[in-house]
């Protein structure tokens, strides 16, 4: 199953050398399995007694515009070229799709604890949902002291050459740039946690066992 083969992959990683850059080639298969498993369910017909999901809203929170937002990359990212999908008409805005410039929006705590927490949403590596798994979430967060960082990430089919590791790449970079500013957002850098949803949950489990992967 997905989840087998994703744990399978995060022990192989804890069990290996340090730098040892893990079988790509799995990495690879289980983003593509991914994607292949959230079209599956996109395209199966809904039966009559299966509750419909709430309608996504088509535009941003005022949260989501009005938080402070970070660069990770100083120049352009790296794995070469980006190239834009082509998406639907009135795509949702809050399913962020063509990342070129992958960022962290950040969401201080009412009252902090110096406590922080790097939210990674999901999406299917097809897009990052940016609103219930970013925004709203991180509300709930900071009602509870933590200072919230929502990461979007790059997405593998987006042109980049070794699409597999992009979202590795933004990740492992996010992480340092939180830990190397702590009293810009007055945290603590050793009370940073990482939390994902869905496709955001793997890319948090492979940030837990490949920190130091070199893939940049």
């Not at 070469?80 to 962020?96: D, E, I, N, Y």
């Amino acid at each position: 199953s997905l989840a087998q083969r994703a744990v399978a992959e995060a022990v192989e990683r804890a069990d290996a050398p340090a730098g040892t850059h893990v079988n790509v080639a799995r990495r690879e298969a289980l983003l593509q399995q991914v994607a292949a498993s959230v079209s599956a369910v996109r395209a199966r017909p809904r039966s009559a007694t299966q509750l419909a999901p709430p309608p996504t809203p088509l535009t941003n929170s005022r949260a989501w515009n009005a938080a402070e937002r970070i660069a990770l990359w100083p120049a352009a990212p790296p794995n070469g070229t980006f190239v834009p999908a082509t998406l639907p008409p009135a795509w949702p805005a809050p399913f962020v799709a063509n990342v070129a410039s992958p960022e962290l929006r950040v969401f201080p705590a009412q009252r902090p604890t110096g406590q922080a927490v790097l939210v990674i949403p999901g999406g299917g590596y097809q897009f990052v949902s940016v609103e219930n798994e970013g925004a709203e979430f991180a509300a709930r967060l900071n009602e509870r002291g933590y200072t919230v960082f929502v990461l979007v990430y790059r997405l593998p089919s987006e042109g980049w050459q070794r699409g597999e590791d992009v979202p590795l790449q933004d990740a492992q970079r996010a992480m340092r740039v939180i830990r190397a500013n702590p009293a810009r957002w007055a945290i603590d850098a050793r009370a940073l946690a990482v939390v994902g949803f869905s496709a955001g949950g793997h890319l948090a489990a492979t940030l837990s066992t490949a920190f130091a992967e070199p893939v940049y």
